[in-house]
């Protein structure tokens, strides 16, 4: 009984995202003479098989056998040769698709599904990614690289957008980038999409980014947008980070922290604690005219002889007024931005090995089989942390969300069942 509830549960995720399974806005790039397959088969097919965590076309088309025996997929009435999706996948259009993964983060804004429940504020993060390691140039956004001593190789990055605050940390948006540029190079388009997408309905009203995308340029485009930035500073702005050292190292000497963890055991560093202190002695310091505040944020270790020292010291500048969030929550947001790693990152490359670049290579494939991959990533993270309800489920390893997805699509529909069966009353 407990395994057809749960199916049952699955079952009714998959009837109330069938939206997320309509790709009848993508064009079908194909001329319309000899066509076996419906574009929205082949495209739902894929995506269910990237649910299922299949790595590659050939684990899509042995799963494509079962799916089609289960009969739950309209128009997909038998095996579907890897060969036949990588001939369209490849030229479909990443356009069409990445408007098709906007679409999917607007209905599910509008069911509440995307409330922010882990912050107190609603926050995204932004962070480059790297999607395949190649020995040969795929497309002209493949940057090449050429390590001495060594055959050159390329490498296919994209920029991506993932929404911290909500329960379910779904990827919002994503870009490639170009060869010729880098992260900071390509925020500025990113931004752009992302208030043309999601400026009106107000998913988020502040942006957090590392290092990388550190620059007075991106964040005064930030705050002239009415947002907030939470921008980690390092080398790369040295001027700025010398006074922040100056001004912040000398308030922690003499002063208590303004808020601080508790002892808490790290799986790699051991027994940690974070401290935070904060200044607003910067405020509009030269041409950061937008800057309100600088933040020190200090991790601590304890030693097995009980003696504490200093691990690693971070600083953060923001524009955020000083009220908005008290030094509790800014610990928090700090923590929080490497839910874009360890969250969305970490399930592409270790469950989908997304990094090894195993799917379709040639034309649109590498930017396409990623935008697949983050639809069917946002709905396997939603459907455990938003849709399934207990704890236990919740904290489902991914191989077993995969088991119950899988029973689920090859199971009748229970509900329906269970609706054919109940006796109507005159």
């Known amino acids: 009984m407990k395994l057809l509830k749960r199916i049952k549960t699955v079952q009714s995720f998959v009837r109330q995202r069938r939206d997320a399974m309509c790709f009848a806005a993508v064009r079908d ?13 082949l495209l739902q097919t894929a995506v269910v098989g990237l649910m ?30 890897d060969s036949t999706l990588g001939d369209f996948l490849c030229r479909l259009s990443p356009t069409d698709l990445r408007h098709h993964l906007h679409r999917q983060i607007l209905v599910e804004h509008r069911r509440k599904a995307l409330e922010p429940t882990v912050l107190p504020i609603r926050a995204i993060a932004v962070d480059g990614k790297t999607t395949a390691t190649l020995d040969f140039e795929a497309n002209r956004n493949c940057q090449k690289h050429s390590p001495e001593n060594q055959p050159p190789y390329w490498i296919h990055r994209v920029v991506n957008a993932t929404l911290l605050s909500s329960a379910a940390a779904v990827c919002i948006d994503q870009l490639p980038i170009p060869a010729k540029t880098n992260d900071m190079g390509i925020f500025p388009r990113l931004w752009k999409g992302l208030l043309a997408i999601y400026g009106r309905p107000h998913l988020f009203e502040l942006v957090s980014t590392d290092s990388g995308f550190c620059s007075e340029k991106n964040a005064r485009l930030i705050d002239a947008s009415h947002k907030a930035y939470w921008i980690s500073l390092k080398d790369n702005q040295p001027e700025l980070k010398r006074e922040a050292e100056r001004v912040l190292l000398a308030r922690a000497k003499r002063a208590a922290p303004e808020a601080q963890t508790d002892w808490e055991c790290d799986s790699s560093r051991g027994w940690i604690r974070r401290q935070l202190w904060r200044t607003d002695e ?17 991790v601590l270790v304890r030693e097995a002889d009980g003696t504490e020292r200093v691990l690693e010291d971070r600083y953060y500048v923001t524009n955020l007024v000083r009220g908005r969030l008290d030094g509790a929550q800014l610990i ?78 090859l199971w009748p529909e229970l509900a329906r069942a269970d609706e054919e069966a109940t006796p109507v009353t005159p």
């Open 332 to 409: 928090e947001l700090a923590r929080a931005h490497w839910r874009i790693e360890n969250n969305l990152h970490g399930a592409l490359d270790i469950q989908w090995q997304e990094d090894h670049g195993r799917c379709v290579q040639r034309g649109n494939g590498l930017a396409v089989s990623s935008l697949l991959r983050i639809i069917a990533y946002n709905l396997m993270s939603l459907l455990r942390a938003v849709h399934l309800r207990t704890v236990g489920a919740r904290a489902a390893a991914w191989d077993q969300l995969r088991d119950w997805v899988r029973d689920a699509w």
């Open 52 to 81: 299922l965590l299949a790595r590659s076309l050939r684990a899509i088309e042995r799963l494509s056998e079962d799916l089609a025996d289960g009969g739950r997929i309209k128009g997909l009435l038998r095996r579907v040769a």
């Open 29 to 41: 790039p194909r001329h319309r003479r000899g066509r076996r397959w419906t574009a929205q088969a």
């Open 282 to 298: 910067m405020a509009g310091w030269e041409k950061w005219t937008h800057l309100r505040q600088v933040v020190l944020l200090r």
